[in-house]
């Protein structure tokens, strides 16, 4: 029983890695960037099918590929901000008219991106062996490559956090996201600001990617959910929060795992039980004001 | 230093401004004087990049400016201190600071520049570690000013940097005003407080409905039969 119990805790923390992951690159590129990106889903899929397609084919590590997907992802995610959203940002008559449309256009991404990668590798179903050696925690017993999903999740998000502290550039986003027109008066270049912060969160979800496909079973269509759970962790934590991300990526790692446990079909589900509950209860999330 | 020559600019499918046309030097205060809904803010927007003038030109030290975006402006020096202090709420008071300084000029030099900051307001010092949002309004148009002065500009635009304060705070802004005058700053100054402004001012302009209709030394103008009417009440 204990054991059992120290099972789904484990996978439960294990799986909150990659979710919390998942969503800072999405609470970025709302928070900051103010596109509700319904298509974050499939930039996680495109990392997760190119770390795949670099492994089955070219024999390159998954970790290695990291260094691959992050940076193809990055610079896919800030051409299309440069190309579409700052054109729709300058046409739009209000901020809140920006939100609605780029949501839209986000949509459209979603059906291209899938769409696109069902004619390169197919609808069917796709993975691979990587680490996958048992390793035993106190009696409850997982393969390594999960392990290794939640060191690197954890290392990028504080690597990310501290960037957004530190940093200059990481300043100019904090302030970006606070107040946009203030921060273009003290200097802050904003149209190459939120571009970036797109692009980061697009490098989130392409990492994300590559971290699923070693653990996972991918397939083109597998982004909506990543989408949804990434939202779901958003209002959890509170929009723009790094540390709060992590803690409601873990709550909900946790719930899945629970409830996987007792009955399988209905972790999706009690997401969304969460979902609305929490936005009876706390609408601006556990740490947010 | 600062040249805006017949500029007209619209504020959405309203024109807000009509042929204006304004000099500033270093070293002076210029004061901006009109009722709300002038057209005040839309010039300074239109000084500082956020706003474009469809026709018109805004010179910078003998370069144009009118089409540039607002940094690459405050990377030529040209400071803009908003109305209503436009803090960065959940950053520090040091953190809203150092985001003065974000121009690439100015960043490796931010340390020294926050000392000088720190010396022309030292409560600001003491309340460092603090959250914007918390300080009171006196505070945060401190904050507000000495963010605008870490990009270390030569001409600082101040948008109603007296409103919602108590009168001895007001006086205390206002000597640091003229104290940065006397470093050499431009100082371009907007605000309700005619009297007072004037008062300061070396030279001042009278917006109305988006026209200068009068300009002239401030002294002369504190006697003009019609600011004192329109805007002393005397």
């Known amino acids: 029983m204990i054991v059992t119990i120290l099972d789904v805790v484990i996978a439960g923390l294990l799986m909150g890695g990659i979710y919390a992951l998942v969503a800072v690159g999405l609470s970025l590129q709302y928070g900051v960037a103010r596109v509700l990106n319904v298509a974050h889903g499939e930039f996680i899929m495109l990392g997760a099918f190119i770390t795949w397609s670099l492994y089955t084919m070219a024999g390159i590590n998954p970790l290695v590929s990291l260094i ?35 949501m839209l256009a986000c949509f459209g991404l979603l059906f291209i991106i899938q769409n696109v990668a069902i004619l390169i590798w ?140 007792i009955e399988p079909g209905l972790a999706l589900v009690a997401y969304y039980v969460i979902f609305i509950l929490l936005l009876l209860a706390r609408p601006t999330g556990i740490l947010g004001k | 230093m600062l040249e805006v020559s017949n500029i007209d600019t619209f504020y959405g499918k309203i024109q807000a401004l009509w042929g204006v046309s304004l000099k500033i030097d270093e070293a002076e205060i210029v004061a901006l ?21 469809v026709s018109g030109t805004v010179e910078f030290l003998d370069k144009r400016i009118d089409g540039l975006k607002s940094h690459a402006i405050v990377e030529l020096g040209i400071s803009h201190i908003p109305q209503g202090r436009k803090l960065f709420p959940d950053m520090s008071v040091r953190e809203n600071l150092e985001m003065g300084a974000y121009a690439k000029r100015v960043w490796k030099h931010r340390q020294e520049t926050l000392d000088k900051v720190y010396e022309i307001f030292p409560i600001l010092k003491e309340r460092q570690g603090q959250l914007a949002r918390t300080l009171s309004g006196g505070e945060q148009q401190m904050v507000a000013m000495g963010r605008g002065l870490m990009s270390r500009p030569r001409l600082c635009i101040i948008d109603e940097p007296s409103s919602g304060l108590a009168p001895l705070l007001v006086d205390e802004i206002f000597r640091i005003i003229q104290g940065l005058r006397d470093q050499g700053i431009g ?43 329109a805007y002393l009440g005397l």
Request: charged share 10%; proline share 3%.
């Open chain 1, 68 to 102: 691959i997907c992050g940076p193809t992802v990055f610079i896919i995610g800030f051409v299309l901000y440069r190309a579409v959203f700052t054109r729709l940002r300058t046409s739009s008559a209000s901020p809140a008219a920006f939100e609605g449309n780029s």
């Open chain 1, 122 to 261: 197919g609808a069917d179903i796709k993975g691979y062996t990587f680490l996958a050696f048992p390793v035993n925690f106190w009696g409850a017993v997982f393969a390594a490559n999960r392990l290794v999903t939640l060191v690197f999740a954890l290392v990028i998000g504080a690597v990310f956090y501290l960037f957004l502290a530190r940093t200059r550039l990481g300043k100019g986003i904090r302030a970006a996201a606070q107040d946009p027109g203030t921060a273009g008066l003290v200097g802050v270049n904003i149209n190459q600001v939120l571009a970036l912060c797109f692009g980061f969160g697009a490098l989130m979800a392409g990492l994300g990617g590559t971290l699923i496909s070693m653990s996972y079973k991918i397939q083109p269509t597998m982004g909506l959910e990543y989408t949804i759970i990434a939202l779901i962790v958003i209002v959890l934590g509170g929009l723009g929060s790094i540390p709060g991300s992590f803690i409601g990526g873990f709550i909900l790692g946790l719930v899945g795992s629970i409830v996987t446990y």
């Open chain 2, 33 to 53: 004087v009109g009722a709300n809904g002038a057209g005040k803010t839309t010039l300074l927007n239109t000084i500082s990049g956020l706003l474009h003038p």
């Open chain 2, 187 to 229: 100082i371009f100054l907007i605000e309700q407080n005619v009297q007072q402004t004037l008062e300061i001012a070396d030279r001042a302009y009278v917006l109305e409905n988006g026209r200068v209709t009068l300009a002239g030394e401030s002294k002369k103008l504190l006697q003009e039969e019609l600011i004192r009417k």
